[in-house]
């Protein structure tokens, strides 16, 4: 084997060591939030072994014992050496800040649940749908709302209100909110967003559209609870809102939160969004930050565990009932292609420097 060839292959069985060893802290570190571990030590005052760290987390030693040899190898949480008895342990808060519930936009831990759950979820329906080219039906997917919530929640509840709305329309949509709107969230899953929207901007009027009625319930019950009278929530199809006549025009602001790229009919949903608004409307449609071309996505920072997310959840209940299947990496020029094709002659992208996940198109009838 020449020498260029049998560094090649060093480097790739590296590689696949590294992955290997990743995977498995993806796993470790998912367990880790799951159980409150990193909340659990990050109150601790000082560096502890495996009973102080199980004691704090309530929970059995020898299994927490095992998570921190995990943690330990992996460079999650730092091990002290004791000169006599078990090592001591330390969350470092550098990866606190990353790990624990109340990182709020930057807490990327929540994002380690995903993979584990969508594979314990839709790994075989989606193995099986390689052969056939079969969608897999939302009803495979019975806790991922849930989930989506607590990602939302994590980001809207500082990033919404605070961020995103102010750079919408040069700042110019508050003052609009602040004297009273109609706001339609389309694809609103369990209505975080709307609800956080609704309490921020009292005189304006919100309803939340999905098709999922137990998100729909949910969201329902959570705005009762607030006692919420500018916020109703509808079960409805994105693809049949043009068919209804009561919607014409009746909303000033349409918002689209990562709810495109699901859609099996998303042409005919961005139509819908186009029949909902009034003529000086306008509507904000957030969605993954990509490119539509692989070879475009090569230095995406997570192009991988998108593409991933995507082939165990958004392709495949794309593709339900012959639908388009986009994919959450359909990216920027699908995205202009088909807000054109329905009608949207004003696009324009603007730049979110506190959601490097996504991106902003904001569009005129
Ligand atoms: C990725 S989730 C995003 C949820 C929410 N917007 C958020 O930011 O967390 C996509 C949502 O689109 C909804 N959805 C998919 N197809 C739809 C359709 N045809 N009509 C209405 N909602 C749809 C799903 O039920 C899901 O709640």
């Given at each position: 084997m020449a020498a260029e060839d049998s560094s090649k292959r060093d480097r790739f069985a590296r590689k696949m060591t590294a992955i290997l060893n990743a995977g498995a802290l993806n796993l470790g570190i998912a367990i880790g939030y799951r159980t409150g571990l990193f909340d659990a030590m990050e109150t601790l005052p000082e560096a502890g072994d495996a009973d102080a760290m199980a004691a704090a987390a309530g929970l059995n030693r020898r299994y927490v014992e095992e998570w921190l040899g995990v943690m330990a190898t992996g460079g999650i949480v730092e091990l002290i050496p004791t000169p006599a008895g078990a090592p001591h342990y330390r969350l470092p808060p550098e990866h606190a800040a990353f790990l624990c519930?109340?990182?709020?936009?930057?807490?990327?831990?929540?994002?380690?649940q995903e993979i584990p759950l969508l594979t314990r979820l839709a790994l075989e329906p989606v193995i099986a749908s390689f052969a056939s080219g079969a969608g897999v039906p939302?009803?495979?997917?019975?806790?991922f709302q849930g989930f989506m919530n607590e990602l939302a929640a994590a980001k809207h509840e500082s990033?919404?209100?605070?961020r995103f709305l102010p750079s919408v329309n040069g700042g110019r949509l508050l003052e609009r909110l602040r004297r009273g709107i109609r706001v339609c969230d389309l694809?609103?899953?369990?209505?975080v967003a709307t609800r956080l929207m609704a309490e921020a901007f009292p005189e304006s009027r919100f309803r939340g559209f999905d098709l999922d009625p137990e998100a729909i319930a949910e969201a329902a019950a959570a705005a009762h609870h607030r006692h919420l009278t500018n916020l109703s929530f509808e079960v409805r199809d994105a693809a049949h809102l043009?068919?209804?006549?009561?919607?014409?025009?009746?909303?000033?602001f349409v918002t689209a939160f990562d709810a495109i790229?699901?859609?099996?009919?998303p042409l005919e949903a961005l139509r819908g969004v186009l029949h909902l608004l009034a003529a000086d409307g306008l509507f904000s449609m957030i969605d993954?930050?990509?490119?539509?071309?692989h070879q475009d996505n090569l230095?995406?920072?997570?192009g991988p565990f998108l593409y991933t997310v995507s082939l165990l959840h958004c392709l495949p209940v794309g593709l339900n009932?012959?639908?388009?299947?986009?994919?959450?990496?359909?990216g920027r020029e699908r995205a202009l292609d088909l807000l054109a094709e329905a009608g949207f002659s004003r696009v324009e992208i603007v730049e979110m420097d506190f959601d490097p996940f996504n991106r902003h198109f904001q569009c005129r009838p």
């Open positions: 519930r109340r990182a709020d936009s930057v807490n990327l831990a929540v994002y380690t939302y009803r495979c997917y019975p806790e990033l919404l209100v605070q694809g609103r899953g369990q209505g043009s068919a209804d006549p009561n919607l014409k025009g009746g909303f000033d790229h699901d859609q099996s009919r993954i930050a990509a490119e539509s071309a230095n995406h920072s997570m009932d012959g639908g388009a299947g986009l994919g959450m990496m359909w």
